[in-house]
C-alpha cells in the first residue's frame, strides 16, 4: 500500500460508523470517488476534507454531527461547491442537494427554498408571476449560500442585498435540534446569517422576500475598449445626477470590461481587443434614457434595448456554467473620479496585464444603502462594487494573473472604501474585509453562543 493511500485509510472510526447509517452516501478518501466529490466549484481551491457527506435528509445531517463529535471534527457546508475558500482539513464536507423544496407563495410574496436549490429553478417558478427574486446573477449557484453570504445581484438596488432579503432560516444546531430562526426567536443569530454564513449549524432551507417586478427592460451597449474611458465617465456622471437624467430609476447598472485572448479559438473578430459591455436593467425603457449619454460619447458596436426576465437575464449572463479554475479580488469604491477610471483604463492596457481578462464594476446605491432588515453584510456608503476576474489556463503560469490582480487593488486604493460582502471574497481572503471590528465581535459572539463547542468549520471567520 502507498503512502497515500495508507493515509487515505487511515480515517476515524466514527466515520467508518456513520458510513454504514447514513440512508445517503459518505465518501471517505480511500474511495476512488473522493478527488471528484472533494473539489469545489472554483478548481483553483485545493479543498482536503475527512470525507464527504450526501445526507439523504435530517437524520442523516444529525448522524454526521454525532460522527464529528466523536472524532474531533468539523462540518464544513457548500451546497452545490460554490464559496470553498480553504482546505477543510479536519472537516466533513456536506453536500445539501437532497433539500430540494421550493414553493413559492406569491399571495405573501415569500418562496420558501431548500438548501439544495441553485437559483434557476426558483426563477423558472417566477416566470410570469410579476415577481422577482433577490438573487444573483448565475442560474447555477444555490440560493442558500448566496443569501447566507450577502448576495449581490440585478435587482440589488430595489431589494438589497441577498442577505436582506432573508425572512427566515430552516436550521439544524449543532447539538442536533432543527429550529425555524426568524428575528423574533433569534434575532442575534439572524443579524449574524445575514452575511456571516451558517454559524447558527447546517442550514436545510431559508424563506426570502419576493418584490413586484411586473416588467423588465434589458439595455446592451458594447463599446471599443478605446471609447471605455469616455462611456464610463457617462455612466458616472448619469449615475451621480438626479432626475430624468439620472440612473435613479435603473434596477441594476454593469459594466464589464473584457480583454480577449489573441487566440485561433476565439472568435476573429473579437480576437486580441478589449471590449466594454455595458448592461442596465430597469422596469421600462424611460428607466434607461440615461444611457443617452454614453451613446453621444461613444460609437456603441452593439446597441440593444429589450423586454427581459429575471430568468432570462441568468441565462444571458457570461457566468461559468461549469467547475473552473481562477482567481479573484474585488473593491468597493465611494466614487468612481476621472484619475481612478484613468489609472485602471491605462495600467489595464499593459502588455502584463494581460492575465486579467474581466474587470466588472456594479453601480451601487438604493436598497443596498437601506436595508430592509438588520445584517452583519453591508455595502452601504460604497457607489461601486469592481470585480477582477485571472482565469487559470492549462498551461499558463498562475503568478501573472495574480499580480494584475494585486495591481488592481492598489490601482483602485485611492478610492476605495472599507466595504466587502463574503460572496466576493478570493481564496483564504477572511471575513476582516467584511465588517468593522466591533461588527466582526459581535458576530464570533453569535457564533460562540451558537456552537460553543465549535463543531461548525470557522470558514472565514477564523477563531
Not at 76 to 95: C, D, F, M, T
Not at 113 to 123: E, M, T
Not at 291 to 316: C, F, H, I, K, Y
Not at 394 to 413: N, R
Request: charged residues 20%.
Amino acid at each position: 500500500m502507498s503512502t497515500e493511500a495508507h493515509e487515505r485509510a487511515d480515517v476515524p472510526a466514527s466515520l467508518r460508523s456513520v458510513q454504514e447509517q447514513m440512508e445517503g452516501r459518505l465518501v471517505l478518501p480511500d474511495d476512488e470517488a473522493f478527488d471528484a466529490e472533494r473539489r469545489p466549484w472554483n478548481l483553483a481551491v485545493e479543498q482536503r476534507p475527512a470525507a464527504v457527506a450526501h445526507p439523504a435528509g435530517v437524520d442523516d445531517v444529525r448522524a454526521v454531527l454525532r460522527a464529528a463529535r466523536e472524532g474531533g471534527l468539523t462540518v464544513a457546508v457548500q451546497p452545490n461547491g460554490h464559496g470553498a475558500s480553504s482546505a477543510l482539513e479536519g472537516a466533513i464536507l456536506v453536500r445539501t442537494a437532497a433539500f430540494d423544496h421550493l414553493e413559492v407563495d406569491a399571495d405573501a410574496r415569500v418562496a420558501r427554498i431548500g438548501a439544495g436549490v441553485p437559483w434557476g429553478p426558483v426563477l423558472q417558478a417566477l416566470e410570469g408571476t410579476g415577481l422577482g427574486a433577490p438573487s444573483g446573477t448565475s442560474r447555477v449557484v444555490s440560493a442558500v449560500g448566496y443569501a447566507l453570504g450577502g448576495g449581490h445581484g440585478w435587482l440589488a438596488r430595489e431589494a438589497g442585498l441577498g442577505a436582506h432579503g432573508l425572512r427566515a432560516v430552516r436550521v439544524l444546531r449543532p447539538d442536533g435540534s432543527l429550529d425555524r430562526v426568524d428575528d423574533a426567536s433569534d434575532p442575534e443569530a439572524m443579524w449574524a446569517m445575514r452575511g456571516g454564513g451558517g454559524i447558527a449549524g447546517v442550514v436545510t432551507g431559508i424563506e426570502v422576500d419576493l418584490h413586484r417586478v411586473p416588467s423588465l427592460v434589458r439595455a446592451e451597449l458594447v463599446v471599443d475598449g478605446a471609447q471605455a474611458g469616455a462611456a464610463l465617465r457617462a455612466l458616472r456622471d448619469a449615475a451621480e445626477a438626479r432626475g430624468p437624467e439620472g440612473a435613479d430609476r435603473a434596477l441594476g447598472l454593469f459594466a464589464t470590461s473584457m480583454r480577449m485572448p489573441d487566440a485561433p479559438q476565439v472568435p476573429e473578430p473579437v480576437r486580441g481587443r478589449t471590449l466594454l459591455t455595458i448592461v442596465a436593467l430597469g422596469p421600462d425603457e424611460a428607466s434607461l434614457a440615461f444611457l443617452d449619454g454614453v451613446r453621444a460619447a461613444t460609437s456603441p458596436e452593439m446597441d440593444a434595448v429589450a423586454p427581459t426576465t429575471q430568468l432570462q437575464m441568468s441565462m444571458q449572463a457570461m457566468e461559468p456554467t461549469d467547475p473552473s479554475p481562477s482567481r479573484g479580488a474585488s473593491v468597493a469604491l465611494g466614487g468612481l473620479d476621472d484619475a481612478v477610471i484613468d489609472a485602471m483604463l491605462g495600467w489595464r492596457s499593459l502588455p502584463e496585464q494581460a492575465g486579467l481578462m474581466g474587470i466588472g464594476m456594479r453601480l451601487l446605491g438604493g436598497a443596498v444603502d437601506e436595508p430592509r432588515r438588520p445584517a452583519f453584510a453591508t455595502l452601504e456608503g460604497a457607489r461601486w462594487l469592481v470585480m477582477g476576474l485571472a482565469p487559470l489556463l492549462p498551461g499558463v503560469p498562475p503568478e501573472p494573473g495574480l499580480a494584475s490582480l494585486s495591481g488592481l487593488s492598489s490601482v483602485l486604493a485611492p478610492n476605495a472604501v472599507p466595504r466587502m460582502i463574503q460572496t466576493f471574497l478570493g481564496e483564504g481572503e477572511p471575513l476582516d474585509a467584511c465588517g468593522s471590528p466591533e461588527a466582526l465581535a459581535r458576530l464570533r459572539a453569535a457564533r460562540d453562543a451558537a456552537d460553543p463547542d465549535r463543531l461548525m468549520h470557522e470558514g472565514r471567520l477564523p477563531r
